[in-house]
């Protein structure tokens, strides 16, 4: 009596284990590049931050005086001359400038894509940027629920 062969196959168990696990697996790495995208989007902050600092630095040295509030904007981007009058071109009456091509949009938070500048010494809703020209600080315009991804508010950087 020839003798029958038992086909191999998995079972719907083994099926449906399988399945879950790779259910597990997708759920970490997707949180892992959730994580990746925030902490990239921070990072960018810090660095807008950092580089308008030193560039209102920069005008400080050359002006005497910090940028004023409201010629911040055209202060930073245009040509501009010992008392802060600006030209879009360089010219020898206007030799300094600009320090930033545009003012950078907000990467992150509440405000993001903005690039506006107040001067106010709170949270201002529709602005990207506060500015102090008594001090020079330049700080996101962010609400202290705005909190990165070790739970430090944005507007504190």
Do not use: C
């Amino acid at each position: 009596m020839p003798m029958r062969r038992r086909q191999q196959a998995f079972t719907l168990v083994e099926i449906l284990i399988v399945v879950i696990i790779l259910g597990i697996l997708a759920t970490i790495v997707i949180g892992v590049f959730a994580n990746a995208s925030s902490d990239t989007s921070s990072k960018a902050l810090k660095d807008d931050l950092r580089t308008m600092r030193s560039q209102i630095q920069f005008y400080v040295a050359q002006h005497g005086s910090t940028p004023p509030a409201a010629t911040f904007a055209d202060q930073m981007t245009l040509f501009s001359d010992a008392a802060g009058n600006t030209s879009a071109t360089r010219d020898s009456a206007h030799p300094y400038g600009p320090y930033v091509l545009d003012v950078p949009r907000m990467p992150i938070g509440t405000e993001k894509g903005k690039s506006t500048v107040t001067t106010g010494t709170t949270y201002v809703p529709g602005y990207a940027w506060r500015y102090d020209p008594t001090t020079g600080k330049f700080v996101a315009n962010l609400p202290d629920t705005d909190v990165d991804g070790d739970g430090v508010a944005m507007n504190q950087y």
